[in-house]
């Protein structure tokens, strides 16, 4: 049974950092993400990384704050967070997708909150 767990999220001021982890079970994935979802707003594409480790993606709004890293031994993705700002809060979930590069499995959701 596939499962992501996600853990990290928490209250921080603006500026300071966080770091969320996904630690996957079950099998092993093409791709990882990390998406993230403000109240009344759409899911968000946050950052990627392949299977390998060996490409990452960012959204343009993280580009130089956020990292996205992966520790293949555990099965664990990572969401490097620095430099926050308000509008980064939001409810950050990760992901997990196949060869079809497809986001089929989903993180519980950790709530992300940036106070001002």
């Known amino acids: 049974q596939v499962q992501l767990v996600e853990s990290g999220g928490g209250l921080v001021q603006a500026g300071g950092s966080l770091r969320l982890s996904c630690a996957a079970s079950?099998?092993?994935?093409?791709?990882y993400g990390w998406f993230r979802q403000a109240p009344g707003k759409e899911r968000e594409f946050v950052a990627a990384?392949?299977?390998?480790?060996?490409?990452?993606y960012y959204a343009d709004p993280v580009k130089g704050r956020f990292t996205i890293s992966r520790d293949n031994a555990k099965n664990t993705h990572y969401l490097q967070m620095n430099s926050l700002k308000f509008e980064d809060t939001a409810v950050y979930y990760c992901?997990?997708?196949?060869?079809?590069?497809?986001?089929?499995?989903w993180g519980q959701g950790t709530q992300v909150t940036v106070s001002s």
């Open positions: 079950g099998r092993t994935f093409s791709r």
């Open positions: 990384i392949t299977g390998s480790g060996g490409r990452t």
């Open positions: 992901a997990a997708a196949g060869v079809r590069l497809s986001y089929d499995y």
